[in-house]
């Protein structure tokens, strides 16, 4: 079917006329129908089987140093990820490149009328703005994972991030007289927004989609102490999140904090890194 035009009945809507974005191929049989309105008009997915297509299955790849590669999420900076290849991927942030101009058009909104037509005008512009915000961050996504595809590593590790517990708002702090103290949610609402712009969850299930295609898989690990270790020498040495770089004086390296963290995550996948516990639990202090 060469046709740009696809003519499709529905029942209770009957004949709609649908614009295809690919050639649907031949010998597919169309199994599903899913219609979806979205800000831009009406979307429409077809599942199609084809049997003509083999099932797709990955083999049973096992981890070795040299076929798996680690994988840290970096907020720093415009930074996205860090490797245990020693490469950063630099980061999109749809949502602050937009912030201004998704902000003037809500404050506009918020001053008109509800119900009245000039509010529902700013509120389909508002709308459209996270949608290019969301489409801009997917399309992110993907071109990010295939680059990572591309290396040739069959194994992904990742580390297993709670961000219900990240973006959780800080407790109250309130003195003798009940007087409310400040508890840095500030500087935490900005982190949050960080987190929900750089949708890190969402991207490791994007690379796992396109790591099956590739017969590779995606294993996420638990993060325990992996950024604060030296991958080199079990000692802690990054104490605090402003501590960016170490500097080894007997073996004059620069020792860069994210790189070593997906150094790390990958020694926890391939059970390398054993189960550390901090010098003070080991001997009991608290």
Same mark, same amino acid.
């Given at each position: 079917?060469?046709?740009?035009?696809?003519?499709?009945?529905?029942?209770?809507?009957?004949?709609?006329?649908?614009?295809? &974005?690919?050639?649907?191929?031949?010998?597919?049989?169309?199994?599903?129908?899913?219609?979806?309105?979205?800000?831009?008009?009406?979307?429409?997915n077809l599942s199609l089987e084809d049997?003509?297509?083999?099932?797709?299955?990955?083999?049973?790849?096992?981890?070795?140093?040299?076929?798996?590669?680690?994988?840290?999420?970096?907020?720093?900076?415009?930074?996205?990820?860090?490797?245990?290849?020693?490469?950063?991927?630099?980061?999109?942030?749809?949502?602050?490149?937009?912030?201004?101009?998704?902000?003037?058009?809500?404050?506009?909104?918020?001053?008109?009328? &509800?119900?009245?037509?000039?509010?529902?005008?700013?509120?389909?512009?508002?709308?459209?703005? &996270?949608?290019?915000?969301?489409?801009?961050?997917?399309?992110?996504?993907?071109?990010?994972?295939?680059?990572?595809?591309?290396?040739?590593?069959?194994?992904?590790? &990742?580390?297993?991030?709670?961000?219900?517990?990240?973006?959780?708002?800080?407790?109250?702090?309130?003195?003798?007289?009940?007087?409310?103290?400040?508890?840095?949610?500030?500087?935490?609402?900005?982190?949050n927004k960080s987190w929900q712009d750089?949708?890190?969850?969402?991207?490791?299930?994007?690379?796992?989609?396109?790591?099956?295609?590739?017969?590779?898989?995606?294993?996420?690990?638990?993060?325990?102490?992996?950024?604060?270790?030296?991958?080199?020498?079990?000692?802690?040495?990054?104490?605090?999140?402003?501590?960016?770089?170490?500097?080894?004086?007997?073996?004059?390296?620069?020792?860069?904090?994210?790189?070593?963290?997906?150094?790390?995550?990958?020694?926890?996948?391939?059970?390398?890194?054993?189960d550390y516990k901090p010098p003070s639990?080991?001997?009991?202090?608290?």
């Amino acid at each position: 079917m060469n046709s740009k035009w696809l003519y499709i009945s529905i029942p209770k809507i009957g004949l709609i006329k649908v614009r295809t &974005h690919r050639i649907i191929p031949d010998g597919s049989k169309i199994k599903q129908i899913s219609l979806t309105k979205k800000t831009d008009g009406w979307w429409i997915n077809l599942s199609l089987e084809d049997k003509s297509i083999p099932e797709l299955k990955t083999d049973n790849i096992q981890p070795t140093w040299e076929n798996s590669i680690g994988l840290d999420a970096v907020l720093d900076k415009d930074i996205y990820l860090a490797t245990s290849e020693g490469k950063k991927l630099s980061s999109l942030k749809p949502l602050r490149t937009n912030q201004y101009k998704l902000t003037k058009v809500s404050q506009r909104k918020n001053k008109r009328k &509800h119900g009245s037509k000039s509010r529902r005008k700013l509120a389909k512009r508002e709308s459209k703005i &996270h949608q290019k915000i969301a489409r801009s961050r997917k399309d992110f996504q993907y071109k990010t994972a295939y680059r990572l595809i591309k290396t040739g590593k069959k194994v992904f590790f &990742h580390e297993k991030l709670n961000l219900t517990g990240l973006t959780r708002r800080n407790q109250t702090k309130q003195d003798e007289d009940g007087k409310y103290l400040p508890n840095g949610q500030s500087a935490k609402s900005g982190l949050n927004k960080s987190w929900q712009d750089a949708a890190t969850y969402q991207f490791f299930e994007v690379l796992g989609q396109v790591a099956a295609k590739a017969n590779a898989s995606v294993v996420e690990v638990k993060p325990n102490y992996t950024s604060q270790l030296l991958c080199y020498r079990d000692e802690i040495v990054f104490t605090d999140c402003s501590i960016r770089e170490y500097f080894d004086e007997e073996l004059q390296l620069k020792i860069d904090r994210d790189i070593n963290a997906a150094i790390n995550l990958k020694r926890v996948g391939l059970d390398l890194f054993g189960d550390y516990k901090p010098p003070s639990k080991q001997s009991g202090y608290s």
